[in-house]
């Protein structure tokens, strides 16, 4: 057989701490890569803390080969192969803390029969136990005609938002995800070459995109990841070509709480307004037809939904489809004419964190499923969860060693068993708290658009659908803290129009107070100034027209009415055309310090009666001291 080597740079740490001496060394150890072919071997690299440290390596392997996955599964959770099982390669040396010390123990693999057998390295140093690996390794044979199983992905390039209701970054996270060590650039490092069908977020895309040019975080401050980002973006271009790509709704949503609120056709027209742009930045045509529900669980009227909504496949936890229990049953079916793609979970927990060891074991798995009936392929369809890690870059092995054939995925060229009856699974919804979020939030923002000049509330009528992001199921905190700053951005968007407040004082009767509005938003606004009268002091004042350029003030003279002097407020409004408010009224105060005329006329003719009756006093006193003379 031809000798197959592949080379893993990724780490399953494991620190044991000598307990003979207080001051005993750490020893680390991690695998390095596996090799299988007509001679086998591991290779493991050591490294210690606190000085040198002898160690010793031996590789057990358990008798016979398995006969199902579940007596694999049992393996992996209780190594006694240890003490059952035959020694087939060891291995000894010394670790040091300045440079790593790397072995290659090779096995002792005399096997002809096809299958998959079972394996133990276990460290030790002296009497004490480090730790064990277990792994997997997998065999031809002597079998010629076999049917090796077909394996298609369905990779998932997902992430929950970073970028509040317009667009603004709330963090540079998303910089740090696309890094090459990142989770992201792991992601699709562990793609190149593959075989894989992408699952992509339209919204993760449009993100990457913005962060491609200068880009300001939403407390001012520049973001970090232009860079990463455009080599993140081109070298995804690349890795798509002449692959399937599906794209998910904007965001990711939780399609059974997204069900709840709107129409299939919403559903579906949502979908479609981002397709475009998105084909256009990664230089693909995209497909929307393949639905992924949250947790891939389905029931029968969110299956009549999403087959409303304009879906052609469906991806579908494998326990809710009837299947058989001496073998591995192919991973499609169909269901009221929609295809069914099976998600199963004894793969998926192996693509949580991905790591040399959890690949072996996965693919190891799948050598599984050829071996318990060689001439009959089936097909397994694997779906990690929606955001899987790597410790590596190239912790997902390639699957040459494996008895498996890696093909692409396509929608029209298998068709599975029809499923009559589709085991319905309990549904998870959002957190009504987080969904409740919306409806005010898109209230909102269509109030704002009625003074628009033009109405431009696109961007952020779709990003309120974030609120119902798949993501926040696991972490409803993070979601209601999501929804309610995006609820809170909303409002703040409704009430960027408005009048600041301010004292006025009128010397007279009839006069004009200057009044001053501001737009913060960047939109030309078109709306009306309404002044209301909380006494009759002040007369009803007409509402005004106003127009407002993005980003501006205007100061607008009033006419104001007075009936009196004294202090009066006013209730200072903006409206749309047809009087309703938006935001708050503001309270202006006004200072009449004006007499009427019939009071001036009556102050007047006092004025003068007092001075006459003065006068004629002064008179009759000096008429009388010159009769006396």
């Known amino acids: 057989m031809r000798k197959i080597l592949i080379c893993i740079s990724a780490f399953l740490m494991i620190s044991v701490a000598i307990p003979a001496q207080a001051s005993a060394p750490t020893l680390e150890f991690s695998l390095l890569n596996v090799e299988q072919g007509k001679t086998s071997s591991i290779s493991i690299e050591f490294k210690t803390q606190g000085g040198p440290a002898q160690f010793k390596v031996k590789i057990f392997q358990r008798k016979g080969l398995f006969t199902s996955q579940n007596e694999m599964l049992s393996f992996e959770e209780k190594n006694s192969v240890v003490q059952t099982g035959a020694l087939v390669g060891e291995a000894s040396g010394v670790a040091n803390s300045d440079v790593a010390t790397r072995i290659r123990i090779p096995i002792d693999t005399a096997n002809k029969l096809l299958g998959v057998a079972g394996y133990v390295a276990q460290i030790t140093s002296g009497a004490t136990e480090f730790g064990q690996l277990n792994f997997f390794l997998s065999s031809k044979g002597d079998s010629k005609n076999i049917a090796l199983t077909p394996v298609s992905w369905i990779w998932p390039l997902l992430e929950p938002s970073h970028r509040n209701l317009s667009g603004v970054f709330i963090d540079d996270e998303l910089a740090t995800a696309l890094t090459p060590q990142g989770r992201l650039g792991r992601l699709i490092t562990a793609g190149e070459g593959r075989n894989f069908t992408w699952y992509i977020d339209p919204e993760l895309i449009e993100s990457v995109l ?63 307004s981002k397709v475009a742009q998105t084909d256009e930045i990664l230089g693909v045509r995209g497909e929307t037809s393949l639905a992924w529900p949250t947790d891939s669980r389905l029931n029968k009227d969110l299956l009549a939904y999403l087959k409303k909504a304009g879906f052609q496949s469906v991806i579908v936890d494998r326990e809710q489809v009837p299947h058989s229990l001496n073998f591995t049953d192919e991973s499609i079916a169909t269901s009221d004419g929609l295809n069914l793609y099976l998600s199963d979970t004894l793969y998926s927990k192996y693509l949580q964190k991905i790591s040399v060891i959890n690949s072996n074991h996965l693919y190891s798995h799948l050598s599984m499923v050829t071996a318990e009936r060689p001439a009959t392929p089936r097909l397994q369809i694997i779906v990690p969860p929606r955001y899987p890690s790597l410790d590596g870059s190239q912790a997902l092995v390639s699957n040459a060693q494996f008895l498996t054939d890696e093909i692409p995925l396509s929608i029209s060229a298998r068709t599975g068993k029809t499923v009559v009856d589709l085991t319905d699974k309990k549904l998870k919804f959002l957190d009504s708290r987080i969904a409740s979020q919306f409806l005010e939030s898109q209230k909102l923002i269509n109030q704002f658009a009625k003074i628009q000049t033009e109405p431009d509330v696109e961007v952020p009528l779709l990003r309120t659908n974030l609120i119902f992001s798949s993501s926040w199921i696991a972490e409803p905190f993070k979601g209601y803290l999501f929804a309610t ?50 006494t009759f002091r002040l007369n009803e004042v007409t509402a005004i027209p106003i127009e407002l350029k993005p980003k501006s003030k205007l100061q607008v003279l009033v006419p104001i009415r007075a009936n009196s002097a004294g202090t009066a407020e006013l209730s200072a409004m903006i409206t749309d055309q047809k009087g309703n408010l938006l935001g708050e009224a503001t309270a202006l105060t006004i200072q009449v310090t004006s007499i009427p005329t019939v009071a001036l006329w009556i102050t007047w003719l006092a004025g003068a009666a007092l001075l006459l009756a003065a006068s004629l006093q002064i008179y009759r006193r000096l008429k009388r001291r010159g009769n006396n003379e």
């Open 210 to 272: 913005q962060m491609t040019q200068p880009y300001q975080l939403i407390n001012g401050k520049p973001g970090a990841g232009s860079a990463v980002a455009t080599v993140w973006l081109s070298r995804l271009k690349n890795i798509l070509v002449g692959h399937q790509v599906f794209y998910s709704s904007y965001g990711d949503l939780d399609l059974a709480s997204y069900a709840q609120k709107f129409s299939p056709l919403e559903l579906r027209s949502m979908i479609d």
């Open 485 to 534: 700053n995006l609820a809170r951005d909303a409002n703040k968007l409704e009430r960027s129009v408005y009048v600041l407040s301010g004292s006025y004082t009128l010397t007279s009767l009839n006069g004009k107070v200057p009044i001053s509005i501001t737009n913060d938003s960047t939109s030309q606004i078109k709306a009306r100034l309404t002044l209301r009268p909380t």
